[in-house]
Nanobody, 119 residues
Framework: QVQLVESGGGLVQPGGSLKLSCAASGTISNVYSMGWYRQAPGKRRGLVAVITTGGSANYADSVKGRLTIPRDNAKNTVYLQMNSLKPEDTAVYYC?????????????WGQGTQVTVSA
């Protein structure tokens, strides 16, 4: 059994910062890519950022220069550092990870955490 547990969402004013965390736990052999997606009301879930085990990261154009995705491989944890937040960043943020478990590889999702950017 593998779980992704997210934390760190909340309400923040425009221009503010938040840091999300996502920790993978369970019978894990290896964690490959980890990433963050978001889904705003009435919209499809879309990629925010993804990072490989080696630290290579890719970002959606809308967040480049404002969000970063550091990772702690020893803790099987990925973060999303969000700076200069805008109202259009308001969404439910989901963590995603590709994990090897007992010889097979699966994609797992976290439960989602709400981020609201509003004055």
């Amino acid at each position: 059994q593998v779980q992704l547990v997210e934390s760190g969402g909340g309400l923040v004013q425009p221009g503010g910062s938040l840091k999300l965390s996502c920790a993978a736990s369970g019978t894990i052999s290896n964690v490959y890519s980890m990433g963050w997606y978001r889904q705003a009301p009435g919209k499809r879930r879309g990629l925010v950022a993804v990072i490989t085990t080696g630290g290579s990261a890719n970002y959606a154009d809308s967040v480049k220069g404002r969000l970063t995705i550091p990772r702690d491989n020893a803790k099987n944890t990925v973060y999303l550092q969000m700076n200069s937040l805008k109202p259009e960043d308001t969404a439910v943020y989901y963590c995603d990870a590709v994990i090897k478990v007992l010889g097979l590889t699966y994609a797992y999702w976290g439960q989602g955490t709400q981020v609201t950017v509003s004055a």
